[in-house]
């Protein structure tokens, strides 16, 4: 069998990105939550504000480090796998994927450091800047992420000269039309993701009866925030569909399965198979006009559909309809726990209704599912085009031997599934430990491990051996200074 | 040119910096092997285990500022070495999961001491390598995406000396950072490492210059190795130094426990200047300049604020970072 090198570097890329952004997609939004919680912690006063910042710190380090590591690989494959590309984009996309290096990258991993073991070191204060700092640089790091792709997506503000792109304005490359509503549809999607998993393993603790006070306010303070992000999601979407269709309306044709060069009077489909070969749904199922309506916000508004472009110019249809499918079916979903959780509320019944809970803990990762299979539809819907409508993704492959990628994505393949076996399990560790005790977390309130301790430690004991060295002497006096 | 030679000198800068501070992170990794008892093994990773993911970054930057602002050296010599760089990506993920797993897990531990350690040593090799068959040149026709012209015995050498050089800071690292049998246990390892990169530094400068005409011309042509030979001679008098705080600690008369570590921090720089001085103006030996492969003005001035705010802000919360935890490594249970 011939095997073509550049499928073999397209689906290394595709397994490795889509096995990256599991973990950003938990951690912005658990940075968020943690420093929430922080900061309530030292407004409140209330230990459990602080057992929640300091339980989900310890999940939120292993993704972070997972975040790490699987992301340093993407930026060096952009060059090893893709490299007319990175030459012919290099002007545009490398300055933007500096600037998220300077002021995101280093940011968050300079503060991590502090955030995961300066508990002791430095003051309350302190530590909680630090968290917000991290936090501050997840955020940034998504902006400048985004702004590149999405200028891949709808490039405006270039110039191509000699075949590669140079920027004439780069306000205009940074604020491209699909940035906005990328970027917001990405960071809510991510709050919401760690949303439910805090909500998730809230539920999972009270179904078992452990944690019960940790996991009320953890589960209670979750559904509030669901409740108020994901309508706000559903419009957020609504707003990038009407965006796609006006920048990317092959995109959006084969989100709907739409296959007339143009179609008025849209239905919604429930279901269909795409069938790229006859050019039509097979086992159509749909609402008449729903979908113009959505998509056009009028009753018998027109779209443009995947036959006013040549077939060569479509991606995968079923995979784009199907993906959008489970996205937008588990934002419903989502939607309905919280407005079931505000029902049970109000009945008092949110932390005993068994169903309830187990549905929960259901969607766990429900988040992370349906921002991989958004992004599935963002990227497979803008195939076959990698700079949109400019530059084909099969024509900038390195001309590496296939071979040698066969090999890189088939130790790829073992690594990572080695390491996510590894993440759930240490996950699964963590979750049945628990959170620290009220009794641990007092201690560390006023005891050895206090914050400031160590260091005031390290300084006396640095003092101290200054002194043993000037004058060995006075080694009794300095006795009775190292126990204060 | 003056825009493109900056863009040159912060990517020196940024490797520099990567190479100074995971090369002791990495280092610490390759030494695990000289730490048989458990205590010492979470001794040395807690050592580095807050600042393992601030100093790799300097990789990705250093990459990034490739891609940026010579976008023309990133695809070529990402793509040209793509195995061992792929190499080394796998190698840096091992590593770094090691740090989050290792103290959480109990009847796996000895599986995360290998990943780290092979990690760590597989990593550092893999980046010697590089530089030595980039030293060497690279074929200038297709062959270069499909043939292993990057495994010779110069790159394998360098890919040892790499190793040994990374090793040296981690040892001297260890030596500042730690107290009793740790300290005593790595000044006796730093000391055979220091012999062991200097000869490594020696042997790579002769072969160097034995078989690359033009930067044998570099260093030999007119005077220049008269202007060029203190970058040797400080070489040793360092090494000297380091030997010496490191030798007088055995007899327990060293006051200056980080020295050594600023020693060995400076021969890097030094070894890193000869390297420079033999390879400039190119990214690529004899095929790609900084100035051919610089990106327009456009993209580069736009990123010129950046840089210029961000990398001193950057090195002056990394410093502050260590700054909180200076000090000897403190071996009671602390963290998140």
Redesign the interface.
Known sequence: MDLDVAILSRIQFAFTVSFHIIFPSITIGLATLIAIWEGLWLKTHNPYYLQLA?FW??PF??TF??G??????L??E????F??F??????????L???????A???E??????????????GRKLHFFSTLVVMTGTWISAFWIIVANSWMQTPTGYKI?NG?F???S?MEVIFNPSMPYRLTHMVVASLITATFVVAGISAYYLLKKKNIPFAKKGLSMCMWFALVLTPLQAWIGDMHGLNVREHQPTKLAAMEGIWPAEEANVPLLLFAMPNMKTESNDYEVGIPNLGSMILTHSWDGAVQGLKAVPPEDRPNVPLVFWSFRVMVGIGFGMMGIAVLALLLRRKGRLFKNKPFLALVALFTPMGVIAVLAGWYVVEIGRQPWIVYNLVRTTEIV????PE?VLF?LI?FVI?YSL?IG?YLY?MR??IKKGPPSMTALEQQLIG??APGY??A???T??HKEQQT?ESPANESQNKTQGDK | MDLALFYFLVLGFAIFMYVLLDGFDLGIGILYPWFNQDSERDHLMRSI???W??N??W???G???L??????A??????TF??P??LM??A???R??A???RF??DTSRPYWDVAFSAGSAIAAFCQGMLLGSLVQGVPAD?DS??SLHWVTPFSILTGFSVMAGYALLAACYLFMKSRGRIQTHSAKLAKRLLLITILAMVIVSLWTVASQVDIRQRWFSGFNFLWLSPLPIITLLVAVLAWRDLHRHSEGKN?HEGRPFWCAATLFLLGFAGLVVGLFPYLIPRQLTFIDAA??D??LL??LP??CI??PL?CA??FW?YR?????V?D?Q???
Do not use: C
């Open positions: 300091k710190i310890k380090a292993i480090g997972m790490v590591v699987s992301g340093i690989v930026s060096y952009f060059g090893t796998n490299s007319k990175s030459e012919i984009t290099g002007a545009v996309l490398g300055p994927m500096a600037y998220e290096v300077l002021t990258f280093f940011m991993a300079g503060f991590l450091g502090v955030m995961l073991f300066g508990w002791q070191r430095v000269i590669k140079e920027v004439e780069w390195s001309p590496l031997p040698r890189t130790m690594i390491l590894v240490f560790k963590l050895m491990k160590a260091l430690w390290v300084k004991l640095q060295n | 285990s807050h600042v993911d601030g790799e970054t990789l990705v930057f990459g990034v500022v891609f940026a602002a010579f976008p023309a990133y695809a070529g010599i990402t793509s793509y195995l760089i792929m990506l796998f840096l993920i091992f770094g999961v740090f989050e797993y959480k897990s297709v995406l499909s006051h990106s327009p456009s993209s736009f990123l950046g840089i961000f990398v950057i919360y990394t970072g909180v935890f200076a000090g000897k403190e009671y602390e963290g998140y």
